[in-house]
Every structure is written in C-alpha cells, then in structure tokens.
C-alpha cells in the first residue's frame, strides 16, 4: 500500500483555470505538507498542516488555497492557473513537525500550464 | 545569502571512490538537519538525520559543525547506484520552518 498518495499524477491545463490536487496518508501522521519542486529543482515548502490546522504558511500567492478535511488529508487548491505555477507538486507527511522525524513524500503532481 | 546553501556539482566519480559534500545553513538557531535523497523524477526520500556528535550509517557518514554552520555527507566505497541528487533539510528550533538546499548531483561511473 502506498504510504503517501496524491492525485493526478500529471496535469496539463490552460493559463486561468482552476484545478486541485489530492492527498492522502496512510501512516496514522499528525503533520502533512505541500511542497513545489521547480524547473531548478528547488524545493520549496508552501505550507504544513497539524492535525488539520495549518502552522507553516509561507509567502504563496492567495490563488493557492491548501484543505485539510481530516488529519490523513491534505488537498491543494489553485485559481486563475498562470505559467509560472508549472512545477511538480509533492505532498508529504510525518508524525511531528518538529525534530527528527522523517518525512514520507508522495509521488508528485508535475503540473504544466499552457 | 541564502539560507541553506549546497554546492550545484554535478559530482562525477568513479565507483568506488569516496565523495564528500557540505550544506552551509545561515541561522543559527537551526536545530534539525538531514541529508534527504532524490533519484531522477522520484520524490525525495530520508537518506540520513544528522545528529550533533555525528552519525554513520553503513558506507555514508553526516557530521554537524555548529560552530562554522555546516553539515557534511561522506559517502565510502561509491556505488552506481549512490548516482543521484542529495539534498540538504534545516529545520528551524520553532519547527515553524522547513528549508530545502538545492541539491548536490552526484554522478557514479563505472
């Protein structure tokens, strides 16, 4: 089974659109976040939810709205699509946000705006 | 200066060599660091925590220098499939902040 799930694999859109992304954590965690990986590889945290209340938030345009409907879930949320939102998406999760604990990524989202 | 700094490589060394790199980190109060792994279009996966008095697991050693605000990867006896891209974690004391470095290339050939 896989730990960490997200939801479409690959999506392909066009400039103004609005899309979402879907994830989901088998592993009993407390702590899921939303990261975007750009064309640089530079991997960045957007935000982090604890037990569905959101703790890191850190400077995304507002277009970009993260939802956590129960601990295991973690969906993300994007109006008005622009060019520059084309990366891939990770979603992960670990037992804690602080110290040692390991954080389990899911696959990635590659998202392309046309 | 940014906050979390690797150098880009590529590292390209013949397997079996060993190979070693550096993360500098610009804050102080950091208090967590890891070595994180990521293999072409794979997501990132734990390589290694880094604990203050060093710690070694198998062929890859990570050492702490709080004091120059560094962490370091070795890697013995390299293997084909060490080839990939590692990328240094900083978690701040709050545990409010969660910071990538860029990544360092390695390249094992035969």
């Known amino acids: 089974d896989t730990a960490v799930s997200q939801t479409p694999k690959y999506l392909v859109t066009q400039m103004g659109n609005d899309k979402s992304i879907k994830c989901e954590q088998n592993?009993?965690?407390?702590?899921m976040y939303w990261y975007k990986q750009d064309s640089k590889k530079f991997l960045k945290i957007m935000f982090s939810?604890?037990?569905?209340?959101?703790?890191i938030n850190e400077t995304v345009p507002n277009r970009f709205s993260p939802k956590s409907p129960d601990k295991a879930h973690l969906n993300l949320h994007i109006n008005s699509l622009e060019l520059g939102d084309s990366a891939v998406y990770f979603c992960?999760?670990?037992?804690?946000?602080?110290?040692?604990?390991?954080?389990?990524f899911g696959p990635g989202t590659r998202l392309t705006v046309l | 200066r940014k906050e979390v700094e690797q150098d880009p490589g590529p590292f390209n060394v013949p397997e079996g060599a060993t190979v070693a790199f550096n993360c500098t980190y610009s804050?102080?109060?950091?208090?967590?660091f890891f070595w994180y792994r990521q293999d072409c279009r794979k997501e990132p996966k734990l390589l290694m925590s880094?604990?203050?008095s060093g710690n070694e697991d198998g062929r890859f050693t990570a050492q702490l220098n709080r004091a120059s605000q560094y962490i370091s990867l070795l890697i013995r006896d390299s293997k084909l499939s060490d080839s990939a891209t590692y990328l240094c974690?900083?978690?701040?004391?709050?545990?409010?902040?969660?910071?990538f470095g860029s990544g360092t290339r390695l390249s094992i050939r035969p």
């Open positions: 592993l009993g965690h407390d702590t």
């Open positions: 974690v900083v978690k701040y004391s709050s545990a409010s902040k969660i910071i």
């Open positions: 939810y604890n037990n569905k209340e959101l703790i």
């Open positions: 992960a999760s670990s037992q804690e946000l602080a110290g040692f604990d390991e954080q389990f």
């Open positions: 804050n102080s109060a950091s208090q967590s």
């Open positions: 880094v604990y203050s």
